[in-house]
Every structure is written in C-alpha cells, then in structure tokens.
C-alpha cells in the first residue's frame, strides 16, 4: 500500500544531542513537508521542498535542518540550537506543487526531551 | 497574510446529537479551506475541501461543511454524532495552489454516552 512512513515513531533524546527524523514516501509525490504539533497550538511549518535538491525554511525552521537528495525522502534533523524541541513531528506530502489537492500525512514521531 | 481561527479548543457533545465545529478565517484571495480529523498518536486524516464550486461540501464519515464568503467561516456538521468522532478536528486555509497551508490550532471533540 501506498503512503508514508514515520521513524521512529517515539523518541528520547538528551538535551545537546542531534537527532534525524525519518520520513519516506512511495506515493511518488513532489513536494513533501515537516510539521511540528504542540497542544493548543495546531500544525507549524518547519520546512518543506516542491523537488528534489531544493527546500525551504517554513515558520518555525530555526535549529532544524532538511535534505531532500532522494524524491522519496525528507527527513528532519532536530540539533542542539532547537531550545525547546519536545513535540510531535508530522511529515507530509501532495502530489504537485501546483496541485490542489489533499496535503498526506504519516503517522508521527513524537520527540522528547530528557 | 491567511489565519484560522477555531472557536473553542473543547467542545462534547452528546452521542446522536449535531456536532458542529466553527471556523472563520482570514485570507486576501479565494481561499482553498480544508477540515482534516487526527486521531490520539495519529497523523491527520483529510475529511472534506472547499476549492472552488459548489460552497456545501461533503466528506468521509457524515461530515459536511458550508463556506460562506461573506463570513469568512467554513463551519463542519454532522447530524448526528457517534463514539467513533471524538478526535482532534483541524481546520486549514491555503492561499495558493501549492499546499502551504495554516492550520488552525484544533478543536477536541469529546462524544458521552
């Protein structure tokens, strides 16, 4: 089955530590896209990228960093510069960036900080 | 700039009873508005869109919603709820064909007995 794939879905990291967010999809998508959740704040743009080798930063990109090397993949490295980086991740995908339609979503990675 | 509002971070409603969720928004061009669903520990789930057309839309799971331009507010109903609908309900409004889009900041739907 189509779709796209979170890992890990939970996630401990100790403060100063990197840590790389997976996010893959086989729906032969475009652009794809990071999200952070918080409670009581809905869904903020990290980063996002309409093709391969090209993205760009979102509302909240400061201590995050993206690749996107491969269509398939974007994942998330979450570094030490990120001061409050306890959340949970949602990556997304569509299909174009001149689409229209429904934004994709995985299953989440849900990052906390010890 | 484009923003959601959600009226309301709780609402319960009682099992068979009309849900309704409010939604008003902001945004400086024909606005594409969205309703997504997201289950505990879940990604979210798209329920209905509004793009252009016909201004009463209908989703997956009874769910429908009705833009009104003059209002600004994309409002979602369902005669009549059922246990399964107690989810976090996001609303989200895009400006452009590409997919940036602002999500409001959700609202819990609790469904009692």
């Known amino acids: 089955d189509g779709g796209i794939t979170q890992s890990p879905k939970y996630l401990f990291r100790k403060e100063g530590q990197n840590v790389t967010l997976s996010c893959e999809q086989n729906?032969?998508?475009?652009?794809m896209y990071w999200y952070r959740q918080d409670p009581g704040q809905g869904l903020r743009l990290i980063y996002y990228?309409?093709?391969?080798?090209?993205?760009q930063k979102g509302d909240i990109a400061e201590g995050y960093s993206v690749s996107r090397e491969k269509k398939e993949s974007f994942p998330l490295t979450v570094t030490s510069a990120q001061k409050n980086p306890t959340a949970f991740y949602l990556c997304?995908?569509?299909?174009?960036?001149?689409?229209?339609?429904?934004?994709?979503f995985g299953e989440g990675s849900r990052l906390t900080v010890l | 700039a484009q923003s959601v509002t959600q009226l309301g971070s709780h609402v319960s409603v009682s099992e068979g009873a009309l849900v309704l969720l409010r939604c008003n928004y902001s945004?400086?061009?024909?606005?594409?508005l969205f309703w997504y669903v997201q289950y505990p520990n879940q990604g979210l789930q798209l329920l209905l869109k509004y793009t252009t057309g016909a201004t009463l839309v209908k989703g997956i799971n009874g769910f429908e919603a009705e833009f009104k331009k003059s209002e600004t507010s994309f409002h979602l109903t369902k005669p009549s709820a059922h246990m399964s609908d107690a989810a976090e309900y996001f609303c989200a409004v895009s400006e452009d064909s590409w997919g940036k889009l602002q999500f409001g900041a959700g609202t819990q739907v609790v469904v009692t007995p």
């Open positions: 990228s309409q093709i391969v080798n090209d993205f």
């Open positions: 945004s400086s061009v024909p606005p594409y």
């Open positions: 729906l032969n998508h475009d652009a």
């Open positions: 997304a995908s569509r299909l174009s960036w001149t689409d229209t339609g429904e934004l994709f």
